[in-house]
């Protein structure tokens, strides 16, 4: 068992006065079961239910008088609690019951003294066929893929992560994050493929445990496609998303099939459903709103980078290249960075947003754009340690900023440039292993150009 920063959202959750049941979100195997089962340690007691089991499943079908579905899952753990005690409820794949899905308001409602959980795979799909969550009953947060700083937890590099950590990132580190992160980048962040890789080292037994999760998630997701039409659009986009991950797409013809736009749309959907990918649509804005413009081709990117690389055959390709640049080659630098960014976000609703600009000749675009307070800054993605930021400069022009920060394979350093316009700007110099720490070190400089 890893441990996973939204541990401290969760005690911040238990800690709520106005605390209300919580749903659990996340992708398939990312480590939701496992990270209520650690948290639980700090309970008297703990329930476990898993709605897959017909016999859990009947505690809510057969009845819905709460107090007496209480009483019931008191028996079924056989414990009897003081009217004090910390009891903690975790109703696992609660997709499987539309009926226990509607009784979490009234844990909320008539026995808020209990601190449930709840956690299940396409929950969407039963919000958009069936019922619908109490709302305002219920609250969210997502759990993600292993950020890099958690891959140095259960890599147990203790001595890195407290590099990691350190503000400001000093010098002598920069090798030795720079090889992990290469690493973290090929392996990738879900936790049963980082615990094989972790205890054998072994990258053949990596890419079955690859090979399952996508046939898994397959498996689901048919469950839920309306018909056969849509269930062969649904196997098409999966056979071919992961090898056409970090580039921008088109629905129509998606993958040079013969589906229209439409069917392709309502089968990213489905697919979005699932967490397994998603559709980062691009802005054309350079201040506030952050507006995403559906209108516009989106990129495509999946959960992890590891399942990117496995698919693409890329693990093979940089492991007979000993140079850590082939790791950042391309649309794995990206995606790697916007995963990195995701993973400081625990609400459900949180995106990826990238930069083009409105003029329809223009082909100018950035790669991600960050809401910093009342700010959204650009940030470029680049291989080397040098390379031209054409892009990014375009953005400094038409912002009411001059702030901007590129991530890359070089050490850390701020600077100060000029656009080809002439405008001034700070420039920040990250290097790949800290875009997880973007956000700080953007606040950090924001701060210091303030004060002088």
């Keep these: 068992m890893f441990k996973r920063i939204l541990t401290d959202e969760l005690v911040r959750w238990k800690s709520s006065v106005s605390r209300k049941p919580l749903i659990l979100r996340g992708a398939r195997q990312v480590g939701k079961t496992t990270l209520v089962e650690m948290f639980a340690v700090g309970f008297d007691y703990f329930v476990h239910l898993?709605?897959?089991?017909?016999?859990?499943?009947?505690?809510?079908?057969?009845?819905?008088?709460?107090?007496?579905?209480?009483q019931i899952l008191y028996l079924k753990a056989n414990i009897s609690p003081a009217p004090d005690a910390k009891v903690l409820i975790f109703i696992d794949e609660i997709q499987n019951s539309p009926e226990a899905i509607k009784l979490l308001r009234y844990f909320y409602e008539q026995a808020n003294h209990l601190y449930v959980i709840a956690a299940g795979s396409l929950l969407e799909s039963i919000l958009d066929n069936q019922i619908s969550f109490p709302v305002g009953r219920v609250e969210y947060l997502i759990l993600r893929p292993f950020s890099f700083g958690e891959y140095l937890t259960a890599l147990q590099e203790n001595e890195a992560l407290t590099i990691y950590n350190n503000f400001p990132f000093p010098e002598y580190g920069h090798k030795k994050l720079?090889?992990?992160?290469?690493?973290?980048?090929?392996?990738?962040?879900?936790?049963?493929?980082?615990?094989?890789?972790?205890?054998?080292?072994?990258?053949?037994?990596?890419?079955r445990i690859f090979e399952n999760l996508i046939t898994a998630y397959?498996?689901?997701?048919?469950?839920?496609?309306?018909?056969?039409?849509?269930?062969?659009?649904?196997?098409?986009?999966?056979?071919?998303?992961?090898?056409?991950?970090?580039?921008?797409?088109?629905?129509?013809?998606?993958?040079?099939?013969?589906y229209k736009s439409k069917d392709i749309g309502e089968g990213f959907r489905t697919l979005e459903k699932t967490y397994l990918l998603s559709l980062v649509f691009p802005t054309t804005n350079t201040k506030l709103p952050l507006i995403e413009n559906i209108r516009k081709s989106p990129k495509l990117h999946i959960l992890d980078t590891g399942i990117l690389n496995y698919f693409a055959g890329m693990q093979l390709m940089i492991l007979n290249n000993d140079l850590i640049d082939t790791v950042f080659e391309g649309k794995i630098a990206e995606h790697i960075v916007g995963q990195e960014l995701l993973s400081l976000k625990s609400n459900v609703s949180a995106k990826n947003y990238f930069w083009i600009k409105e003029k329809k000749q223009s082909n100018a675009e950035v790669d991600y754009v960050l809401q910093i307070d009342n700010l959204l800054i650009p940030v470029e993605v680049k291989l080397g340690k040098t390379g031209r930021l054409r892009s990014l400069m375009e953005f400094i022009d038409l912002c009411p900023h001059n702030f901007a920060v590129r991530i890359y394979s070089g050490e850390l350093k701020i600077e100060t440039t000029k656009t080809l316009k002439g405008k001034e700007f700070t420039l920040l110099n990250l290097p790949f292993y800290l875009t997880g720490k973007a956000p700080m070190y953007i606040k950090r400089l924001l701060i210091a150009e303030t004060e002088t």
């Design 218 to 258: 397959s498996d689901d997701v048919e469950k839920y496609a309306k018909n056969d039409n849509h269930r062969k659009i649904i196997r098409h986009i999966i056979h071919n998303a992961i090898k056409m991950a970090g580039e921008r797409i088109k629905f129509e013809g998606f993958a040079s099939s013969n």
């Design 50 to 70: 898993n709605l897959d089991k017909s016999i859990d499943r009947q505690i809510f079908e057969k009845n819905d008088n709460i107090a007496t579905i209480i």
């Design 178 to 207: 720079l090889a992990l992160f290469a690493e973290y980048c090929l392996i990738g962040g879900m936790p049963e493929v980082v615990k094989h890789y972790i205890e054998h080292k072994d990258l053949v037994a990596v890419g």
